[in-house]
């Protein structure tokens, strides 16, 4: 099956040559990858961010998952230096003051920045614990509106609550939903997870997967099982 820019395969690998190795593998099945922590920040010489230069040369597309939070100034200056590098995504936790900085320093510029709501290894019970009144639901829906307010170019939440974020910012905004698990899968660290088709249909614009489809023997026909459950939602 080709490429569906809808699925973004997670590239969570201690180093750049396990990366370029699966890359080689997933060949023509996947177009958009996710740098995250692991990766841009490896020990060696080259590392995430020289693989997003490579991945942009070779025409594929790049979410890097840095989830940036400091002062305002710092902020900017990271979207600034980011917004230059080519790469389609860029993630800040969605704080308000934050996401208004960052659109400020985008300045119409060409990158989709993304306000991580609640993280998918998150449920009320860890928000409890971190001091938040709020539910996971709640929260995502608070974030969501002050994304749109903020004029973000979309938000990353689980699809669980996709339907709910759907109504409050419309049809244009991103919706980019990690935690997506095919029937089987090992769920890991997750715990608020969905299927590739369900979570499509509730109004995700993106899916990231990582684990499911790095960590399988054969990491093509994996993609290509959630490229089957992708198409499914379609018909």
């Not at 936790?93 to 920045?113: C, I, N, Q």
């Amino acid at each position: 099956m080709k490429a569906d820019p809808r699925l973004i395969v997670a590239l969570d690998v201690p180093d750049i040559d396990q990366a370029r190795t699966a890359v080689a593998e997933l060949g023509d099945a996947v177009s958009f990858y996710k740098i995250g922590h692991q990766l841009a920040y490896a020990p060696q010489v080259e590392n995430g961010f020289t693989l997003a230069r490579e991945l942009i040369a070779a025409d594929k597309q790049v979410f890097l998952d840095l989830k940036l939070l400091d002062i305002d100034a710092t902020v900017a200056k990271g979207v600034d230096n980011v917004a230059g590098l080519g790469v389609q995504m860029l993630t800040l936790h969605a704080y308000p003051k934050a996401m208004r900085v960052a659109v400020e320093a985008l300045s119409g510029r060409d990158l989709t920045l993304l306000g991580v709501t609640v993280l998918t290894s998150m449920d009320d019970g860890d928000l409890r614990e971190a001091g938040y009144a709020l539910g996971a639901a709640d929260l995502v829906e608070i974030r969501a509106r002050q994304a749109r307010d903020a004029k973000m170019g979309g938000i990353v939440a689980s699809a669980q609550e996709a339907a709910a974020i759907r109504k409050i910012v419309g049809p244009d905004m991103a919706i980019v939903t990690p935690g997506i698990r095919l029937p089987g899968d090992d769920v890991g660290d997750q715990k608020r997870v969905m299927g590739p088709a369900e979570a499509l249909k509730a109004g995700a614009s993106h899916l990231v997967v990582g684990r499911p489809i790095m960590a399988a023997k054969d990491r093509r026909a994996a993609a290509e099982n959630v490229l089957q459950e992708m198409e499914n939602a379609d018909a």
